[in-house]
């Protein structure tokens, strides 16, 4: 059995935090149900793993002190993995590593990632499109990437007309080939 250190396992438990908050809490529709996600992952990393949330998501945030909606935005929104800051940028997605964005450099890494993708799209693409990638815009462009590397992945985007619902989607579906 391998043994990790304090870094190494704090990146797994954030791992496990970032998948529940993509496979769980993204289907969560009223408070009550993401209080009940937010109680029972707290709990287990606690009593399972003897972490505190806290310490795995403080870094996130620029204040001193975190209350329950901030720890609960860092879980869903803040922790994030994926597969496109692999050097190798195969265009299979299904043998890329999958790691954290964690850090300045590989925030700024991911940007430019996606900035030369869109580019990409726009040589390529008929209509092409003028996004402004903010954080927001990444996050979900993040999660419709997941959602497609998936065996028969879908997605249920609601939203109001002209949110970017489908522009996303189509440079994610670009992206991840």
Known sequence: M?????????????????????????????AEDRETLFTGVTTAVREKLREDVVIQVKHFI????????????????????????DA???????TRSYDEINGAESRYELNQKLLDGLRAYNLTSKRPMDLVLFDYAVTHLLRLCRILKMNRGNALLIGLGGSGRQSLTYLASFMMD
């Open 62 to 85: 620029d204040e001193g002190f975190l209350d329950r909606d901030q720890i609960f935005e860092c879980m869903v929104d803040k922790i994030r993995f994926t597969d496109l800051l």
């Open 88 to 94: 190798s940028t195969t265009k299979n997605s299904q």
């Open 2 to 30: 391998k043994t990790f250190t304090h870094g190494e396992s704090g990146k797994l438990i954030r791992l496990w935090i970032h998948e529940t908050g993509r496979v769980i809490s993204d289907r969560l529709i009223n």
